[in-house]
């Protein structure tokens, strides 16, 4: 069922130097970042791809934490439909745990603070959680937060969770479901994956499996405000919203350590921003949907780098 829909064209006829690609590629160390994946577009055109062995076009490739910016887009459509606001309490989807209330800072925190990786907690509860707590939702409510919510930037993987468990308690649909026909079946993505708990909730913050032109795809969506092959998609709104700066990873950093880091340039809603005014959805050991507005492109790659 595997096919390729987004058109092809060349480096040279989109305007890029097809010798600067092979640079690019060839500036990869072999002991440190292995390929899996290059997919390159400027103008809505593919103009360079590539596969290594025993990766392949119509195979997929598990995208850890890229799968954030997947949950994200979940959340968009339940904003556009009225199924939640972003400033709607987290405590208030969930009644079973009401009597955690008088926790600290806890009433306090909204889905915008899950978003934007800003909960407040002192480290990140993931691994505890995972292992200790059959309930994640649970364990993630029970979680001191130290800081108030908002006003701290710490990478959260278990708040994106959190998200998906939002998402299927006010539209009765696990996030792969809930996304099939508002954003798979537009894109022409088939056959996707994504790894549940135990309460049949998809992970969220990982374990999404999408296939390179799949990731292009997002990509030339968010690129284009909402947009696919013309017809908006997602909403033009929420493309605006959840790409932009809202918090600082990094407040103290200085200039010049700013101007030198892809790390610290602001998060947006499971968006980081990106030097050059490109932002990105980025996964662990090398997975990324990087995408360029001023120069119209979006740069794929998925790989095993030990850094």
């Given at each position: ?14 305007g890029v130097?097809?010798s ?16 899996h ?17 025993p990766y392949?076009?119509?195979?997929k ?11 994200s ?30 926790n ?22 993931l ?6 707590q ?5 364990g ?23 998200l ?5 308690k006010?539209t009765g ?7 099939e026909?508002?954003l ?35 990509g030339?969506?968010y ?37 030198s ?9 499971q ?19 990087v995408?360029m507005?001023e ?13």
């Amino acid at each position: 069922s595997w096919c390729q829909s987004i058109p092809r064209s060349t480096p040279e006829a989109e305007g890029v130097s097809s010798s600067a690609i092979q640079k690019f590629i060839e500036s990869y160390k072999k002991e440190k970042q292995e390929l899996h994946s290059v997919m390159i577009l400027r103008h809505g055109k593919v103009i360079s791809e590539a596969w290594w062995s025993p990766y392949a076009p119509e195979l997929k490739h598990s995208m850890y934490s890229v799968s954030k910016s997947w949950t994200s887009t979940a959340v968009g459509f339940a904003v556009s439909e009225n199924k939640l606001k972003v400033t709607d309490k987290v405590l208030s989807f969930f009644p079973e745990y009401a009597d955690l209330s008088s926790n600290n800072f806890l009433k306090d925190l909204i889905v915008k603070d899950l978003l934007t990786m800003s909960v407040g907690h002192k480290t990140e509860p993931l691994r505890s959680v995972i292992v200790m707590q059959p309930d994640w939702i649970l364990g993630f409510l029970k979680t001191p937060i130290e800081y108030a919510p908002g006003t701290k930037f710490l990478y959260n993987t278990l708040a994106t969770y959190l998200l998906s468990a939002i998402v299927q308690k006010v539209t009765g649909q696990s996030l792969i479901n809930y996304l099939e026909p508002r954003l798979f079946k537009p894109l022409g993505i088939s056959g996707v994956d994504w790894e549940y708990d135990s309460k049949g909730i998809n992970t969220g913050g990982w374990g999404i499996r999408v296939k390179t032109e799949d990731m292009a795809k997002l990509g030339l969506t968010y690129l284009n405000g909402g947009k696919y092959n013309g017809k908006e998609v997602i909403s033009n709104a929420w493309v605006k919203e959840a790409t932009q700066k809202h918090i600082d990873q990094n407040p103290e950093a200085s200039q010049a350590k700013k101007d030198s880091s892809d790390w610290i340039q602001g998060y947006g809603y499971q968006f980081w921003r990106c030097r050059n005014g490109a932002f990105r959805a980025d996964g662990a050991y090398g997975q990324y949907i990087v995408m360029m507005p001023e120069q119209d492109a979006v740069v794929v790659i998925t790989s095993e780098s030990m850094d």
